[in-house]
Each structure stands twice: as structure tokens, then as C-alpha cells.
């Protein structure tokens, strides 16, 4: 079982006369620079030059700086730009201005884990990584609650990694709502393996393998469209409020005789051994070389799937029917 860390468990005495550079401030970076700053704790935020940021920052009332300037002041360094941009931006404004004793932080241990990043070995590093995004971390701290979040030791160059790790947690709010231990590859190899096989990957050919089954039935696209995407959010909601048991409460007794002996129907032994060779492929790097390779050679793949896959038919109903509901917007 995870090790939970609460507010009255844990001090932000190690951030003390310390200065947090946030690099970046797009969801997650104005969020951690936001509730750090709140909390008390000396923050700059690091912006590459000619960052339609900048001003913002100013606004928002923090001092932002050059990357190179963030990364030589900050004690702790807090990388919250995209994966893909991180390793060359490491290389070329950051590992040559790090001190010694400084930490590296990151929220998600893509890069670090299949050593795209390769830290030196006087800086900590470190993982705080809360579980929503930037506007919720910033809102929850904001009404005196938190998210929660899971943190990560991965190099402990000064014996202090884990308490500068849940300092920093405490500081976003997230030890309000628990902070949950885990590691680098455990973090990296779950989130990966949940977004291919779960939550996007899943989930976007699970609705179109259901809605081009009703059509090619000779269905109407727009019902289709109705019951095979539109309808997933109410499900969706439940779930994410009460659990799956918890949702079976909400829904008829027809449908919910139908989720207890079709589903396995649907994601039977073969859905499940794909699920174990896709983590196979996370687990082994496979994935990770894959992808690292895809953006050196400009993503092709990327590209010419992202194209084909928003000419599906499903894509031009939908642009159809959601005019006929305003609502799905509101606050988006």
C-alpha cells in the first residue's frame, strides 16, 4: 500500500531561505509559482527570451528571469515546459549554470527515467507531481483545499531529497488532499501505460469501433454520435465521483445488467494481451525510443495520424450536433 503524506505530517522548513525557479508558465508552471509564492516561499519564474509570458508574470506579480538566470540563482529548479522541449533546453540553458547541492524537480519523470536527461551528481532530484491540472491545483489552493499529488526521490545528492520533495508538495497545497510516494519509473511507466491503453488511446477507438459498428448496422450517424460519445461523459462524471460501484447506483438496472455481462465481451483476453504488450514496450523503452526518434525526424507519424484520424466520420458529425447544445462549452 502507498505511504500518505498530510499537511500536520510534514514542514516547509527545508524551502526555508531557499528560491524556487519555476521554467515555464503555461498550466502546471503558473500554478507551482502562484501557490509556492502564496505559501511564503521566494519564487522567480524562468522564461525564454521573447516569451509571450512574460507580461503575465509581472502581472501575476512575480519576477520572471532568462532560463539561464533561473537555473544559476534557483535552489531548486522546477522544469514545467513540455517533455519533448526539456532535454535540449537542459542542454543548452541549464546544466551549466546548476550549483552544487541545487535540486532538479520535475512532474513527470519522462525524461529522466529513460535518461534523456542524465542530472550531475551533486544535484538532488526530485518529483512533485500533482494529480489534476494547473487551473485546479491553483482553484483547490486557492479555497484552502488541495490536490493530491505523488512524489519521487530519484537522486539524493544531499540526504535531504524527500523532505525538500514533500516541503515543495506542501507549499502547491497538495498535502491538504495527501501525497502519495512512489518512484520515477512507477510514475513514468503508469502514466504512460494509462494514456495508450486507458484514457486516450482506449477510450478514442473504443468510441469509434462502437459508433462505426451502429453504422455500418444502419444506424444514423447522429445517434450514433449520441450513444457511443456524447452520453460517455455521464458515465465518465460518475465514475470520477463515486467509483465505478458508486456509478452503477446512478444508472437504470438495464444498464447496469449490461455493463456486469457484456463488458468482458468487449475487452476480453485479447484487449488484455495487448494491454501487457503495450507495457511491455514502456517497461523495456521501446516506446520511449520510438518517440524520441518521431520528434528527430519532425513526427510524421504524428502528423499524418493526426490528420486521417480527424477525418473520421464521427468528426463531422460531431461538428454537426454539438452547436445544438451551447452548454458543453460554458466554462471550458
Keep these: ?21 519555476v521554467l515555464g508558465y503555461g498550466s502546471q508552471g503558473h500554478a507551482h509559482a502562484l501557490n509556492l509564492r502564496d505559501s511564503g516561499v521566494s519564487v522567480l519564474v524562468g522564461l525564454r527570451q521573447g516569451s509571450k509570458n512574460w507580461e503575465r508574470v509581472l502581472k501575476d506579480g512575480l ?12 535552489d531548486i529548479v522546477s522544469f514545467l515546459i513540455p517533455d519533448t522541449e526539456m532535454p535540449a533546453l537542459y542542454q543548452s540553458q541549464v546544466a551549466n549554470h546548476l550549483k552544487k547541492g541545487s535540486a532538479l524537480l520535475f512532474a513527470h519523470g519522462f525524461n529522466i527515467h529513460y535518461r534523456q536527461i542524465v542530472p550531475p551528481a551533486y544535484c538532488d532530484v526530485i518529483m512533485v507531481a500533482p494529480k489534476g491540472p494547473g487551473n485546479l491545483v491553483r482553484k483547490m489552493y486557492q479555497e484552502g483545499k488541495g490536490v493530491p499529488a505523488l512524489v519521487a526521490v530519484y537522486q539524493d545528492a544531499t540526504g535531504n531529497a524527500k523532505n525538500l520533495a514533500l516541503a515543495y508538495a506542501k507549499g502547491l497545497g497538495a498535502t491538504r488532499a495527501g501525497v502519495l510516494e512512489t518512484t520515477f519509473a512507477e510514475e513514468t511507466e503508469t502514466d504512460l501505460f494509462g494514456e495508450q491503453s ?21 444506424y444514423q450517424p447522429e445517434v450514433a454520435y449520441f450513444e457511443c460519445l456524447h452520453e460517455l461523459k455521464l458515465i465518465v462524471d460518475l465514475i470520477y465521483a463515486y467509483g465505478i460501484t458508486g456509478m452503477r447506483r446512478w444508472i437504470s438496472d438495464t444498464a447496469k445488467y449490461g455493463d456486469l ?21 514502456i517497461q523495456s523503452g521501446r516506446f520511449a525510443r520510438e518517440w ?34 451551447p452548454w458543453l462549452r460554458e466554462g471550458a
Excluded at 198 to 209: N, Q
Design 1 to 21: 500500500m502507498a505511504v500518505i503524506h498530510y499537511d500536520d505530517g510534514v514542514s516547509l522548513e527545508p524551502l526555508t531561505g531557499k528560491t524556487v525557479a
Design 63 to 74: 519576477q520572471p528571469v532568462p532560463i539561464e538566470e533561473a537555473a544559476s540563482v534557483g
Design 198 to 218: 486507458v484514457l486516450c488511446g482506449g477510450v478514442t477507438e473504443l468510441i469509434r469501433a462502437g459508433f462505426e459498428t451502429l453504422v455500418e448496422a444502419g
Design 261 to 281: 455481462t457484456r463488458g468482458r465481451k468487449v475487452i476480453g483476453p485479447a484487449t488484455r494481451q495487448a494491454m501487457k504488450e503495450l507495457l511491455d514496450d
Design 292 to 325: 524520441v526518434v518521431e520528434n528527430q525526424a519532425g513526427r510524421p507519424v504524428f502528423w499524418a495520424e493526426m490528420e486521417r484520424q480527424s477525418q473520421h466520420l464521427i468528426e463531422k458529425v460531431g461538428e454537426k450536433i454539438r452547436p445544438m447544445m
